[in-house]
């Protein structure tokens, strides 16, 4: 038996793939951003809020990490527009998406704000620092980057996943490489470049993090 | 047209929970084996293996499990063998757990201290015997949580073989969905089954770590 294989068919593609690529890193970029900033959002509820928001938060988080993404997809693609909410279908990509980040990122932030020593919030408090001041100057920026390497990884979890929005087709890259297969027939081909592509992005993702988040989110000092 | 009740959704799903769960356990016994085997050839520490073993690990964690599947399907098909859903979803899951759960429980095998594979070996014992009387037990108890964690991670897995026709729950929840016309309803059904089956295994696995941690101390 002989196997042939014809990856020319596919990287003749390139365009689309590179148009996959350029979505795959958009939903993701968004994401991040939104994602991280609920995840802030929500350890901060987690650990201060009054006690009902706690509650709430509480919820979120375990009701987003044991259920499925493709579902939480499929509800919001599928489902909100049965209760009146219509979208498209990047746009539900990237609600699932933030709102599935937001919840492993409000685990991953709330652990380093608990690992804040006392004597920083008496140090803030003997300044007289609101307690918006004491979070935002005091508590956040060593928490965060003490957590960073754990968020970063879950960015590029996250970016994994967006694979699944080409289900609902949002045009990123695993659309690309399901419409790449169905043009030519090569599925085999199409999928293999897709999943190489998906792993250069992931390694050049969290290094690209890995050097910005010191840089550029919480100041270089150590 | 026939009317569908809230029972009649629920029970449908449930049926099909069945094959999430089956899947699962073919997946997590199949991949604990293959896990095992890939921790055993990195522990002999030839350079060769660990480049091996590191390579896989970094390849099924880099890469989507929904490529991984998709790769399964058309992959084996290659040789010329008829693959069902079932077989390319057991095949691909089964790897994707088995290099997690390697890297898990390299983890859990460097947390033992040096001096005790360095006192094994002082007792003339072979590496086999090492691994079996001193390391591997002492890194099984701090591996119980996270393996048990990582379980939710498989059974939230098993959902994108629905991608590829498996019926579980997932595929389940899309028929039912294009006959009823009812997504709101079907798919938070759908969500919730996951939850009822992942959230006790995730309480479990934080009691474990809890309970281990205090003993440890």
Redesign the interface.
């Known amino acids: 038996m002989r196997i042939t294989f014809d990856f020319a068919a596919v990287l003749t593609q390139w365009p689309l793939l590179l148009r996959g690529v350029a979505w795959t890193l958009a939903l993701t970029a968004v994401s991040a951003v939104l994602g991280v900033a609920i995840g802030v959002g929500g350890a901060w509820a987690r650990s201060a809020g009054p006690r009902w928001l706690r509650t709430v938060a509480g919820a979120y988080v375990e009701l987003v990490r044991n259920t499925p993404f493709i579902v939480q997809l499929f509800f919001v693609f599928f489902g909100l527009p049965a209760a009146g909410v219509k979208l498209s279908p990047e746009t539900a990509s990237v609600i699932a998406m933030v709102v599935n980040l937001g919840a492993y990122a409000t685990e991953i932030v709330r652990a380093g704000l608990e690992a804040t020593p006392r004597g920083q919030l008496e140090a803030a408090a003997s300044l007289a620092l609101t307690r918006a001041q004491t979070f935002f100057h005091v508590v956040l920026p060593p928490a965060l980057r003490k957590v960073w390497p754990a968020l970063v990884s879950q960015i590029v979890i996250v970016m994994l996943g967006s694979a699944v929005c080409g289900q609902i087709s949002t045009e990123e890259l695993s659309y690309a490489a399901n419409l790449i297969q169905s043009r030519n027939f090569r599925a085999f081909e199409a999928f293999i470049v897709a999943t190489g592509v998906y792993l250069l992005l992931a390694l050049a993702l969290r290094r690209a993090l890995n050097w910005a988040g010191p840089r550029f989110l919480f100041g270089s000092r150590a | 047209m026939i009317d569908f009740s809230l029972w009649d959704v629920v029970r449908n799903l449930l049926l099909a929970a069945r094959w999430t769960v089956a899947l699962s356990l073919i997946a997590f016994i199949g991949g604990g084996v293959v896990g095992l085997a890939l921790l055993v050839l990195r522990l002999t520490g030839s350079r060769w293996a660990e480049a091996f073993v590191g390579a896989y690990v970094?390849?099924f964690q880099?890469?989507?499990?929904?490529?991984?599947l998709?790769?399964a399907y058309?992959?084996i098909?290659?040789?010329?063998i008829n693959v069902s859903p079932w077989t390319a979803a057991s095949v691909a899951l089964t790897l994707y757990t088995s290099a997690f759960l390697a890297e898990i429980w390299r983890g859990c095998v460097a947390a033992v201290p040096k001096g005790q594979w360095e006192a094994a070996r002082s007792l003339a014992l072979d590496f086999h015997e090492q691994l079996r009387h001193v390391i591997l037990p002492q890194a099984l108890r701090i591996a119980v949580p996270p393996t048990v964690g990582f379980l939710?991670q498989v059974v939230?897995?098993t959902?994108?073989a629905?991608?590829i026709g498996f019926v579980e729950l997932?595929k389940a929840?899309?028929m039912i969905?294009n006959a009823t016309f009812?997504?709101?309803l079907?798919?938070?059904c759908?969500?919730l089954l996951?939850?009822a089956l992942?959230?006790p295994v995730?309480l479990y696995a934080r009691g474990l770590e809890k309970k281990l941690n205090v003993a440890h101390r």
């Open positions: 970094q390849v880099g890469t989507p499990l929904l490529m991984q998709f790769l058309f992959g098909a290659l040789f010329g939710v939230k897995g959902a994108l629905s991608v997932t929840g899309t969905t009812r997504p709101f079907v798919y938070g759908v969500a996951y939850f992942c959230y995730s």
